[in-house]
Nanobody, 121 residues
Framework: QVQLVESGGGLVQAGGSLRHSCAASGFAFSTYAMGWYRQAPGKERELVAA???????YYADSVKGRFTISRDNFRNTLYLQMNSLKPEDTAVYSC???????????????WGQGTQVTVSS
């Protein structure tokens, strides 16, 4: 069965960095687009970054220039490097298997349990 297991969350001061990892199993990882979503308390889940099977990347405007998504198809692992973190980046971050990057909209079918990122000011 499809499994997505994230690691790498934590507490960091504003301006700091964290790297998320997502270990994927149960499907042909290299053939799927993958994404990172986040959800803050009281807010809707938002897509912050995605990467196609061919390596094309997408970033939400709020994280452009600060976050980098990458994938290692040999290790079936997705990464999210987060630099210059801000308090507004505080959220639960989840990786997801994408069924399409759009248009009109990106869609996913599986996601992991998520890890908490807290950025203190």
């Amino acid at each position: 069965q499809v499994q997505l297991v994230e690691s790498g969350g934590g507490l960091v001061q504003a301006g700091g960095s964290l790297r998320h990892s997502c270990a994927a199993s149960g499907f042909a990882f290299s053939t799927y687009a993958m994404g990172w979503y986040r959800q803050a308390p009281g807010k809707e889940r938002e897509l912050v970054a995605a990467i196609s099977s061919g390596g094309r990347t997408y970033y939400a405007d709020s994280v452009k220039g600060r976050f980098t998504i990458s994938r290692d198809n040999f290790r079936n692992t997705l990464y999210l490097q987060m630099n210059s973190l801000k308090p507004e980046d505080t959220a639960v971050y989840s990786c997801a298997r994408m069924t399409t990057l759009g248009p009109p909209a990106p869609l996913y079918d599986y996601w992991g349990q998520g890890t908490q990122v807290t950025v203190s000011s």
